[in-house]
């Protein structure tokens, strides 16, 4: 790479190649997928726009993700933070469960691993998974988004204090001040620990294909002995949630009964396994219904996270418009 700024047609496959990184960032940083391509679309066509003005006293890498951290930044300011529905409130007796709806930004939403992983040494793309786990971006919220920036990059992307700092523009000092007090912000609030999705891996393929075929029998007593005991059901974008076997049991067999004859179609999101789900219709096909991330820890299903925008993130996944019986 010259120390010369190329033309601007001829720079724009240089600026593509870091679309992948900056969307797992912004991800991190926004906790939202349609978000964070805004975000990375946004800071590639103002990288693009001032190429003239880059000087290359640091490398185009670093500028870029400058330019993300302020787009993140301006993004998240004078909003709410994006949750899980735990995080709002106590779980719903079933029999007194109603459905509140509420915004979509209300939510953490899921993200195609595709779109943010690394591709190559399966022990960085392990990490990557966990740094991206539905858990892991909920809690990073909490934090002010300065703060959310230093400690991403920090200590996901593994970037020097000086390196930080200057992204920033600021001290050294004041970086590792940021990333105590995030630190000390995230002590606060644990993040439950899940299992590394390994598709290869036969124990954990196992338990995913017994879950899909209990699920798709609609065998409660199958599918409730792959759960953990504390496992929580949640269906964003209604702020219910449930916990447990007999909430779960009871959803499933009242309210949530039409799920009965569903299927479901692999994928995976956040580091962890994932299905979209398709339940019956009145015209004889099989709909979207719900993309449901499943979370697994210590052989057990610990969460299943039903999201029901199905109309924004199939097409995201790339899962089909129906499916036939």
């Not at 720079?11 to 797992?24: F, I, K, N, S």
């Not at 899980?84 to 509140?100: C, K, Q």
């Amino acid at each position: 790479m010259t120390d010369v700024a190329p033309p601007r047609a001829a720079a724009v496959p240089e600026l593509e190649a870091h679309r992948r990184e900056l969307t797992g960032y912004c991800y991190r940083m926004l906790g939202s997928a349609f978000e964070a391509e805004d975000a990375v679309q946004e800071t590639l066509v103002r990288a693009w726009r001032a190429l003239d003005r880059f000087e290359r006293r640091s490398s185009l890498r670093s500028w870029l993700y400058r330019i993300a951290t302020n787009v993140c930044v301006d993004m998240a300011r004078g909003r709410q933070r994006r949750a899980r529905p735990m995080d709002l409130g106590p779980s719903s007796a079933t029999a007194s469960a109603t459905l509140v709806e509420r915004p979509e930004a209300t939510w953490v939403e899921p993200l195609p691993d595709g779109q943010a992983l690394p591709d190559g040494d399966p022990a960085e793309v392990a990490v990557a998974r966990e740094s991206v786990r539905l858990a892991f971006v909920a809690a990073l919220q909490h934090l002010p988004a300065r703060q959310r920036a230093v400690l991403i990059l920090r200590e996901v992307l593994h970037w020097q204090a000086s390196e930080v700092a200057e992204l920033l523009e600021t001290s050294v000092a004041s970086v590792n001040s940021a990333l105590q007090r995030a630190r000390a912000t995230l002590r606060a609030k644990p993040v439950a620990s899940t299992d590394v999705f390994q598709p290869l891996d036969p124990d954990q393929r196992a338990l995913l294909d017994r879950y899909v075929d209990a699920f798709e029998r609609y065998d409660l007593d199958a599918l409730t002995a792959l759960l953990h005991t504390d496992v929580v059901q949640t269906m964003p974008p209604y702020d219910l949630w449930l916990q447990g076997h007999d909430e779960i049991r009871q959803w499933y067999l009242g309210p949530g009964i039409g799920c009965r004859g569903s299927r479901l179609v692999p994928t995976v999101a956040n580091g962890s396994p994932a299905y979209g789900q398709y339940k019956p219709s009145g015209s004889g096909d099989l709909r979207p219904w719900a993309l449901q991330v499943v979370e697994v820890s210590a052989a057990r299903i610990v969460a299943m996270n039903a999201f029901l925008d199905t109309d924004r993130l199939f097409p995201l996944f790339g899962l089909p418009p129906t499916l036939s019986r």
